[in-house]
């Protein structure tokens, strides 16, 4: 008997995705997780069919599964994490298709242990497999870690310094942009401009920064411009004006990003900015 058809909760084009764990994975990310599995864990990001079946049930049948597509974060030979856009109940039994590295599909058997919300509609999913799996089908090269062992530390996130001088703005030349310039400037702030996220990524040298954003035609530049700068090492605090149409997908916390009401008033930037700052 054939699954129904998967649908996929989130939509989100893979360089979104890519984007996004990027931002997970970073060192030190408040949503980086921890380094207490027992096994190796391997980057694993691609969409993959997740079937979800009633809590409860040991041995579902088919045809009570509700399939999902969602996007995989990392696999281990124990379990794995994907990305969802709804809240799954721990311990609801599952089946994940993996794709090996002939591109084969192989189901594996799974319950959910941690269902975690990340932004707007976002979850991510932690499974544990019933059986473990042999990690060199699906990763190349991997060498499987042998149970007691952990995963090497990750390197602490640099520390951001708390004086933020320099400012740069993203289309300056809109009203928001000229408005957020004036108060910034008002401050005694050092403000550049931006036409683009691309233009501002390639502009901020320096480690501390403030980049306000009055004007974005979309959402994958911004995610591109945030994973960017925090692989760069640099901790530029990214304020969004809410009219900025990518800015109702984007999360305070996971990008290191700060949606924003008004460009107007200096004092409140720059709170805003450090507030990022300390969060990033």
Do not use: W
């Not at 969602?70 to 794709?99: D, I, K, W």
């Not at 400037?185 to 480690?207: F, I, Q």
């Not at 530049?221 to 605090?237: E, F, H, M, W, Y």
């Amino acid at each position: 008997m054939n699954h129904p058809q998967p649908v996929d909760t989130l939509r989100m084009p893979m360089s979104t995705v890519h984007a996004l764990v990027d931002v997970l994975d970073r060192p030190g990310a408040s949503f980086a997780g921890n380094n207490r599995r027992r096994l190796t864990r391997y980057s694993y990001t691609r969409p993959l069919v997740l079937s979800i079946y009633p809590p409860g049930q040991q041995r579902p049948p088919v045809t009570d599964a509700r399939n999902f597509i969602t996007y995989g974060r990392n696999l281990s030979a124990g379990g794995a994490s994907v990305l969802h856009g709804a809240f799954v109940h721990p311990e609801t039994p599952c089946e994940l298709q993996l794709m090996d590295l002939d591109k084969q599909a192989h189901p594996a058997a799974a319950r959910v242990v941690m269902c975690r919300f990340l932004t707007k509609r976002i979850h991510e999913l932690r499974l544990r497999f019933d059986e473990q799996i042999e990690i060199a089908r699906y990763i190349r090269n991997a060498e499987q870690q042998q149970p007691g062992t952990k995963a090497p530390a990750r390197k602490p996130a640099p520390q951001p310094s708390a004086n933020v001088g320099r400012a740069l703005v993203i289309s300056a030349f809109t009203p928001q942009g000229r408005a957020a310039e004036a108060a910034l400037t008002a401050l005694g702030m050092s403000v550049a401009h931006a036409a683009t996220s691309r233009e501002a990524y390639a502009a901020t040298k320096d480690p501390v920064c403030v980049i306000v954003v009055a004007d974005e035609p979309g959402t994958t530049p911004l995610l591109d411009l945030v994973s960017g700068l925090r692989r760069r090492g640099c901790n530029a605090a990214v304020l969004v004006h809410n009219s900025v149409p990518a800015a109702a997908r984007l999360g305070d916390e996971l990008f290191g990003v700060r949606v924003i009401d008004q460009l107007n008033d200096g004092p409140a930037l720059v709170g805003a900015a450090l507030g990022s700052l300390a969060a990033a």
